[in-house]
């Protein structure tokens, strides 16, 4: 057996003896009935080859892991544009922190916090219908992950639009700003209707590959973007792809990785491989718990993380 298919089954097993499972998210209604029980990983090498372990073939809703791709898609169509209406820093708050968005004139701090996800999501909807701006993210996804099959759970959405008052608070705050071009209940349709996007660890690794492989999509040898913009969509998943967790993130694991409260999270070995985790159980900044722990050993032994051994 090659020594990676070794190292994820190792990683499943250790993985289904852990008790401590972390808190599935229950602010949004429809997540709470996950199962904290589930593991699932997938790692897919430079060369192609998939290494899936566990629950790695079951969907879940990957949150806020779709800001990744938003923020891709966006910066296609705006370029550096992008940059005057969201920021670049690491926010060092909670994912759905309101306070710096007074001081700081509604410019949210970066993409992938909730109001600068939402500032993103408001772009791709400029000039559309939502349901057209959803599709074209929706699309996008499943030429990534070279899978039509891939869908939105409508319940997962729907939950979160009856329960997201917060988020409707942060986008009704930059619309005070001028941040927002589109009405807010259109710009937030679009953002709860990405954010319920399912899919397993298997799809979401085959879909970040262009990431892990300097801008170019291995199915086709085509570009999805330039090899500078890859390698700056890494540095802000490093910097600020866990939130406040970000830091403990990158000094336990060394690897650009995005999380979402569905407990995936996506991280990429530049030049190696894309990879996926999922288990449903948070830590107290909104991180899958043992997704975190997962990638923790994957990256130290196959010495993978970008810092070195
Ligand atoms: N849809 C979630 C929200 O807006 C995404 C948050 C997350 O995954 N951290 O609250």
């Given at each position: 057996m090659a020594k990676l298919d070794t190292v994820v089954a190792e990683i499943v097993?250790?993985?289904?003896?852990?008790?401590?499972?972390?808190?599935?998210?229950?602010?949004?209604?429809?997540?709470?009935?996950?199962?904290?029980d589930y593991f699932g990983i997938a790692v897919i090498e430079a060369e192609g080859n998939a290494v899936v372990g566990g629950d790695g073939d079951m969907p879940f809703s990957i949150q806020s892991?779709?800001?990744?791709?938003?923020?891709t898609l966006a910066l296609g169509k705006f370029g550096n544009r992008l940059w005057t209406r969201v920021g670049r820093e690491p926010s060092g708050s909670p994912f759905n922190s309101?306070?710096?968005?007074?001081?700081?004139?509604?410019?949210?701090?970066?993409?992938?916090?909730?109001?600068?996800?939402?500032?993103?999501?408001?772009?791709?909807?400029s000039g559309h219908l939502p349901?057209?701006?959803?599709?074209e993210i929706l699309r996008f996804?499943?030429?990534?992950?070279?899978?039509?099959?891939?869908?939105?759970?409508?319940?997962?959405?729907?939950?979160?639009?009856?329960t997201g008052f917060r988020n409707a608070a942060l986008a009704n705050y930059m619309k005070s700003f001028g941040v927002l071009d589109?009405?807010?209940?259109?710009?937030?349709?679009?953002?709860?209707?990405?954010?319920?996007?399912?899919?397993?660890?298997?799809?979401?690794?085959?879909?970040?590959?262009f990431l892990a492989q300097f801008g170019s999509n291995p199915s086709t040898g085509l570009p999805v973007v330039q090899p500078e913009r890859a390698r700056r969509?890494?540095?802000?998943?490093?910097?600020?792809?866990?939130?406040d967790g970000s830091g403990e993130f990158a000094y336990r694991v060394g690897l650009p990785g995005k999380s979402g409260v569905g407990g995936g999270i996506f991280a990429v070995a530049p030049g190696k491989a894309s990879i996926a985790v999922w288990s449903?159980?948070?830590?107290?900044?909104?991180?899958?718990?043992?997704?975190?722990?997962?990638?923790?050993?994957?990256?130290k032994r196959m010495g993978w993380s970008i810092f070195g051994a």
């Amino acid at each position: 057996m090659a020594k990676l298919d070794t190292v994820v089954a190792e990683i499943v097993d250790e993985m289904r003896r852990i008790p401590d499972r972390g808190t599935v998210a229950s602010y949004i209604p429809e997540l709470a009935c996950v199962d904290p029980d589930y593991f699932g990983i997938a790692v897919i090498e430079a060369e192609g080859n998939a290494v899936v372990g566990g629950d790695g073939d079951m969907p879940f809703s990957i949150q806020s892991i779709s800001k990744v791709f938003t923020l891709t898609l966006a910066l296609g169509k705006f370029g550096n544009r992008l940059w005057t209406r969201v920021g670049r820093e690491p926010s060092g708050s909670p994912f759905n922190s309101i306070v710096q968005l007074e001081r700081e004139q509604g410019i949210p701090r970066n993409p992938f916090i909730n109001a600068g996800a939402i500032a993103v999501t408001d772009l791709i909807l400029s000039g559309h219908l939502p349901r057209e701006a959803l599709g074209e993210i929706l699309r996008f996804m499943q030429f990534l992950a070279d899978d039509p099959t891939i869908t939105i759970d409508q319940e997962v959405a729907a939950s979160e639009q009856r329960t997201g008052f917060r988020n409707a608070a942060l986008a009704n705050y930059m619309k005070s700003f001028g941040v927002l071009d589109n009405p807010v209940d259109f710009t937030l349709g679009v953002y709860f209707h990405h954010c319920a996007i399912s899919m397993s660890c298997r799809q979401l690794a085959m879909a970040g590959r262009f990431l892990a492989q300097f801008g170019s999509n291995p199915s086709t040898g085509l570009p999805v973007v330039q090899p500078e913009r890859a390698r700056r969509i890494n540095a802000l998943m490093l910097t600020c792809g866990h939130y406040d967790g970000s830091g403990e993130f990158a000094y336990r694991v060394g690897l650009p990785g995005k999380s979402g409260v569905g407990g995936g999270i996506f991280a990429v070995a530049p030049g190696k491989a894309s990879i996926a985790v999922w288990s449903p159980g948070l830590d107290p900044s909104g991180n899958s718990h043992l997704g975190r722990m997962a990638l923790e050993r994957l990256a130290k032994r196959m010495g993978w993380s970008i810092f070195g051994a």
